[in-house]
């Protein structure tokens, strides 16, 4: 891929685009698929319903999400409620992550400093909170341990209700991130993994998002 606008629509990389970015990179996604006629028989359950699009970047806000759907029926029956409300644009059905720790990995593109790597806790956390630590891209792995241990990751990873954090394949993936940010620095406005979340076991990005740079 020379560009990613060539995978674009207008400056956003929809969340299935860019889980397939993800993906092909080494970092784990949900089990999913773009919803065509009907559910498929491969339908992992417990499953969570979206709303896709590029120009929904909030989709919680706007009532287009339902999560920890148990069957097939209730799956038809959320997904008629989003159609009705959400007409133009396509679902995305994928299996429902349990989640233990909650973190947001990003960047923006700042006008002084270029690109920047945030993390911290994430989800709501992060809004409410605002405990992120942040790094110039390219970021050293030396670096990034220090930016987790900083933040309130760091303060928790031992014992969070019993679950030591992986700390270590968080920072591959924040690794992975900077990396591929640094390829498309001129292309990429943010970049954002909220939430990923570590399950007990293993990191899943849950959400993403890629809005770029505005070309007009």
């Not at 097939?72 to 644009?89: C, G, S």
């Not at 994430?122 to 605002?130: H, P, T």
């Not at 954090?165 to 990396?179: G, P, Q």
Request: proline letters at 4%.
């Amino acid at each position: 891929m020379k560009s990613l606008y060539e995978i674009s629509h207008g400056n956003v990389i929809d969340e299935y685009a860019a889980k397939k970015i993800l993906s092909s990179k080494g970092i784990n996604v949900p089990r999913g698929y773009v919803l065509d006629d009907d559910v498929s028989p491969n339908t992992p359950f417990p499953c969570v319903l979206k709303v896709l699009g590029s120009d929904i970047l909030h989709k919680s806000d706007i009532g287009g999400v339902f999560l920890n759907i148990q069957n097939a029926d209730q799956l038809r029956q959320d997904i008629n409620v989003l159609r009705a409300h959400f007409p133009r644009h396509q679902l995305l059905i994928e299996e429902m992550v349990p989640d233990k720790v909650e973190v947001i990995l990003g960047t923006n593109l700042d006008n002084t400093f270029g690109q920047v790597l945030m993390i911290g806790l994430g989800g709501i956390s992060a809004e409410i909170v605002g405990a992120v630590s942040f790094g110039l891209i390219p970021v050293e792995r030396s670096y990034l341990q220090e930016m987790v241990d900083e933040s309130p990751i760091g303060r928790i990873k031992d014992n969070f209700r019993g679950t030591k954090i992986d700390t270590e394949k968080l920072i591959d993936y924040a690794i992975i991130v900077s990396d591929f940010v640094n390829e498309f620095k001129d292309e990429i406005r943010t970049f954002d993994i909220n939430p990923l979340v570590f399950t007990g076991k293993e990191w899943f990005a849950v959400d993403s998002k890629i809005v770029l740079v505005n070309r007009d």
